[in-house]
């Protein structure tokens, strides 16, 4: 679980305003991705990126938006457009996309919205 | 699309009593994963199965694969308190390169 970290680990927020969620990794991992997890249910896939400047949507990408601009960082936006955000948010990272790879994840960001 | 259900969702066990959890998906999988989350953490990689029937062991922890790569299963043997937590099963679908999880099964061990 070491190398990918989250911040920050409790965000509040007003219902209605955008938030920016963080991951960095130091595992040099092509393939990062943002599950989603509620009470109850398993992880629920946001947003996948295989590569730098190249991402995916999952099967929950409506009200967030994410980009890959460097191979360390792929930021989660949680946006005004989503209608039910409060959550615990878990940033994750594989060698490739290949379909043997074990995925590495962060510590993981809860989500209040007020 | 790919479903992969997982029961029980809970499980209450006394310290030393064995337990299982299982795993079915709709469609084949090319491979299942078992990750632990243990209580306010996240989760950790516990094993991957790829090939049809196969048993792996862990200690007290036994994996299978089912022969149809469509189901599997954790057992822990002679469960202790550091067992709590949720198990999740993941599963990729043949032909896929995403990886569906389970809802998981939360352990509780009574000691």
């Known amino acids: 679980d070491g190398g990918i970290t989250q911040s920050p680990k409790y965000l509040f927020r007003k219902e209605g305003q955008n938030v920016t969620l963080s991951c960095e990794q130091n595992?040099?991992?092509?393939?990062m991705y943002w599950y989603r997890q509620d009470p109850g249910q398993g992880l629920r896939l946001i947003y996948y990126s295989q590569i730098v400047n190249d991402f995916q949507k999952g099967d929950i990408a409506e009200g967030y938006s994410v980009s890959r601009e460097k191979k360390e960082s792929f930021p989660l936006t949680v946006t005004s457009a989503q209608k039910n955000p409060t959550a615990f948010y878990l940033c994750a990272s594989s060698v490739t996309r290949g379909d043997t790879d074990t995925q590495y994840f962060g510590p993981g960001t809860r989500l209040t919205v007020l | 699309g790919q479903q992969v259900m997982q029961i029980p969702q809970y499980q209450h066990v006394q310290e030393g009593e064995d337990f299982t959890t299982y795993c079915n998906s709709s469609t084949t999988l090319s491979n299942i994963q078992w990750y632990k989350q243990r209580p306010g953490g996240h989760p950790v990689f516990l094993i991957q199965l790829v090939k049809s029937g196969e048993v792996k062991k862990q200690k007290r922890l036994t994996f299978q694969f089912g022969e149809a790569k469509k189901n599997s299963s954790l057992h822990i043997t002679a469960t202790q308190t550091t067992d709590v937590g949720t198990y999740f099963c993941?599963?990729?679908?043949?032909?896929?390169?995403?990886?569906?999880f389970g809802k998981g099964t939360k352990l509780s061990v009574i000691p």
């Open positions: 595992l040099n991992h092509d393939a």
């Open positions: 993941a599963g990729v679908g043949a032909g896929s390169y995403q990886l569906t």
